[in-house]
């Protein structure tokens, strides 16, 4: 239990610190001008998305049982990877260098 709840908290951390550099990307792809509809995409998109995902995903467990759960969440897991590389080719040079 303890293993559990330790790892509960570095992915607490991860989630939290990777978030705030998901928002801010939103500015990265979206013209000034229509940054609140990027904005109001981006949080209907994602929230609905923690929505929907747990109904899913219990359906799989349902129907096939834990381990495709849990292979069905690596896949969509893994899928970020390749997706994250080609956002990151669309992000302006500007929003990739840090500011210090």
């Given at each position: 239990?303890?293993?559990?709840?330790?790892?509960?908290?570095?992915?607490?951390?991860?989630?939290?610190?990777?978030?705030?550099?998901?928002?801010?990307?939103?500015?990265?792809?979206?013209?000034?001008?229509?940054?609140?509809?990027?904005?109001?995409l981006y949080y209907t998109?994602?929230?609905?998305?923690?929505?929907?995902?747990?109904?899913?995903?219990?359906?799989?467990a349902d129907q096939f049982?834990?381990?495709?759960?849990?292979?069905?969440?690596?896949?969509?897991?893994?899928?970020?990877?390749?997706l994250a590389l080609t956002?990151?080719?669309?992000?302006?040079?500007?929003?990739?260098?840090?500011?210090?």
């Amino acid at each position: 239990m303890a293993l559990a709840i330790g790892l509960a908290v570095i992915f607490g951390f991860a989630l939290n610190g990777t978030s705030s550099v998901l928002y801010a990307a939103v500015a990265g792809f979206v013209p000034e001008a229509r940054r609140g509809r990027g904005y109001g995409l981006y949080y209907t998109g994602t929230q609905s998305a923690a929505a929907v995902a747990p109904l899913g995903y219990g359906f799989v467990a349902d129907q096939f049982g834990l381990s495709w759960t849990f292979l069905v969440m690596a896949t969509f897991t893994a899928l970020i990877v390749p997706l994250a590389l080609t956002s990151r080719r669309r992000l302006p040079d500007s929003s990739l260098s840090s500011s210090a």
